[in-house]
C-alpha cells in the first residue's frame, strides 16, 4: 500500500491533520510580519538638511534648509543662503551626519513615523543606496535560507529545522530592535531571512505530505491565508507602533510562545518511511488514525519492506538537484518554473516592499495590498482543478498587463 492509500485509510484531512494546520499556519502570520515590516522599520519621511550657519534672529539662532524627499532633489543645503525647495524653519539641535553634502545634519518629519532606520542612521541621499543594500541582503537571506534547511530538513526532518528556524528567528529578530548600528542590524536581518525560508518551506511540506491527495491543493492555499492575514494585520501593528525599534520588538519577541512547538508538532511519517525508520512511522500512523476516529487493525497495512526490497531500494540512486537540468525534458521544465519564480517574486515584493511611492496613506496601502491577496488565493482554489496551464497563463497575462497599463497613468495623479 503506497502512502497516499495509507493517509486516505487513516483519514486524509482529518482532526489530526487540521490541528497540524493550526500549528503550521499561526506562524505564517509572524512570518508575513517579518518579510513585509521593512516598508515601515526602512521608510524614508519628508527631511530637511541643517545649514552649517545661521540665518538668526531676535529668538535665536535659524535653520537654512532644503527639502530632500523626491528623488533628483538636492541633497545639498543652498549656497546662496536662499531656502532652495521649501521655506522652513526650524530650531537648531544637535544632529550628527556622515552625509558628506550635508554638515549641519539632518531633519526628519515625524508626521507618520516617529522614527526608522533611516531617521536614526541618516539613510538619505549619498546614505540612502545603504538602506536599499540592506533590504537586498535580507533577501539574500532567503536565498541562503532556502538552500542550507532545505537540505538540512532532507537530511534531518522538517520538523527539527522549523523548530530550529523558529528559535533562531525569535533570537535574531529580537536582537535585531536593539541594534546598535546599522551594520549589526543588517547582519541579524540577513539571519531571520534565512529563517523565514526554513520555516515556510518545511510548513508546507510537512503539512502537504500528512494531507491525502483529495485535499492537498486546499491544504496548501491555507498557509497562504494565514500569510495574507499577517500581510493585513501588520498594517495596523505598524500603526499603533510608529517607532521602529519597537516595531522589531513586537513582531520578533511573540516567536518565543512558538517554544511549545516542541511537544505539539509531529514528524513526517512519510519522510521517516523514505529514511528508514518504519517503526516510528507506524507509531505516528497509528496515532493519527486514533485522532481522526480510524485506528488501524495490526494486520490492516503493510508498511514494512521485505529486506530484499530494502536492499534493492537503497540500491537506488541518490537525486541531486543537478538532476532538475539532466534530461532535455526535465531542463525545460525546470527552466520554465524558475523563469516563473523569478517574475512572480519580482514583480510581488517590487510591488509590496514599495507602497510608500503610490503616494497614499501607506498604513491603508498595506492593508489593501493584503485584503487583494485574499480573494486572489480563493479564485485558484477554482481554476487551478480545472486547467494548472490555462489558469497561470492567465494570471500572468492579466498581471503583466495590468503592470505595463500603469505606464500611462499621468504623473501627480
Known amino acids: 500500500m503506497n502512502f497516499d492509500k495509507v493517509l486516505d485509510r487513516i483519514g486524509g484531512f482529518g482532526r489530526f491533520q487540521k490541528t497540524l494546520y493550526v500549528w503550521i499556519c499561526l506562524p505564517q502570520i509572524f512570518l508575513a510580519f517579518h518579510m513585509l515590516v521593512s516598508v515601515f522599520t526602512g521608510a524614508v519621511p519628508p527631511h530637511l538638511c541643517r545649514s552649517s550657519w545661521p540665518v538668526g534672529d531676535s529668538a535665536g539662532p535659524r535653520l537654512n534648509l532644503s527639502f530632500s524627499s523626491a528623488p533628483g532633489e538636492s541633497c545639498t543645503p543652498s549656497q546662496d543662503g536662499s531656502l532652495p525647495q521649501r521655506n522652513h524653519s526650524l530650531p537648531i539641535t544637535e544632529h550628527s551626519s556622515t552625509a558628506k553634502g550635508c554638515t549641519g545634519g539632518w531633519e526628519f518629519s515625524k508626521e507618520v513615523f516617529l522614527s526608522t532606520i533611516a531617521t536614526e542612521w541618516d539613510l538619505v541621499c549619498e546614505n540612502a543606496t545603504m538602506n536599499n543594500i540592506g533590504s537586498s541582503i535580507y533577501m539574500f537571506g532567503l536565498l541562503v535560507g532556502a538552500v542550507l534547511f532545505g537540505a538540512l530538513a532532507d537530511k534531518y526532518g522538517r520538523r527539527i529545522i522549523i523548530l530550529i528556524g523558529l528559535a533562531i528567528q525569535a533570537i535574531f529578530g529580537v536582537g535585531a530592535a536593539f541594534a546598535p548600528n546599522f551594520y549589526i542590524y543588517v547582519l541579524l536581518r540577513f539571519v531571520v531571512g534565512t529563517t523565514v525560508s526554513a520555516v515556510i518551506m518545511n510548513a508546507f511540506v510537512l503539512g502537504t505530505e500528512w494531507t491525502g491527495p483529495k485535499k492537498r491543493m486546499l491544504a496548501g492555499v491555507i498557509t497562504d491565508y494565514f500569510f495574507g492575514f499577517g500581510y493585513i494585520l501588520l ?46 512511522a507506524l507509531d505516528l500512523i497509528r496515532k493519527a488514525a486514533l485522532i481522526n476516529g480510524k485506528p488501524l487493525e495490526d494486520d490492516d497495512m503493510e508498511l514494512y519492506q521485505s529486506p530484499k526490497s530494502s536492499e534493492k531500494l537503497q540500491e537506488q540512486r541518490k537525486y541531486t538537484v543537478l538532476d532538475l537540468v539532466r534530461t532535455p525534458r526535465m531542463r525545460k521544465q525546470s527552466l520554465i518554473l524558475f523563469y516563473l519564480w523569478f517574475v512572480n517574486v ?6 509590496s516592499l514599495n507602497i510608500s511611492d503610490f503616494g497614499m496613506n501607506i498604513y491603508l496601502t498595506q492593508m489593501i495590498f493584503g485584503l487583494v491577496e485574499m480573494p486572489a488565493r480563493t479564485i485558484t482554489l477554482f481554476t487551478l482543478n480545472r486547467s494548472r496551464r490555462i489558469s497561470q497563463l492567465a494570471f500572468l497575462a492579466v498581471g503583466g498587463l495590468a503592470c505595463l497599463l500603469t505606464i500611462f497613468i499621468p504623473d501627480g495623479r
Open 235 to 280: 498594517a495596523g501593528v505598524a500603526y499603533l507602533i510608529r517607532d521602529w525599534r519597537k516595531l522589531q520588538l513586537a513582531i520578533s519577541a511573540p516567536s518565543f510562545l512558538f517554544l511549545f512547538y516542541v511537544w505539539v508538532l509531529p514528524k513526517s511519517a512519510r519522510w521517516l518511511m523514505a529514511n528508514n525508520k518504519h517503526e516510528e
Open 346 to 351: 519580482l514583480v510581488y515584493y517590487g510591488l
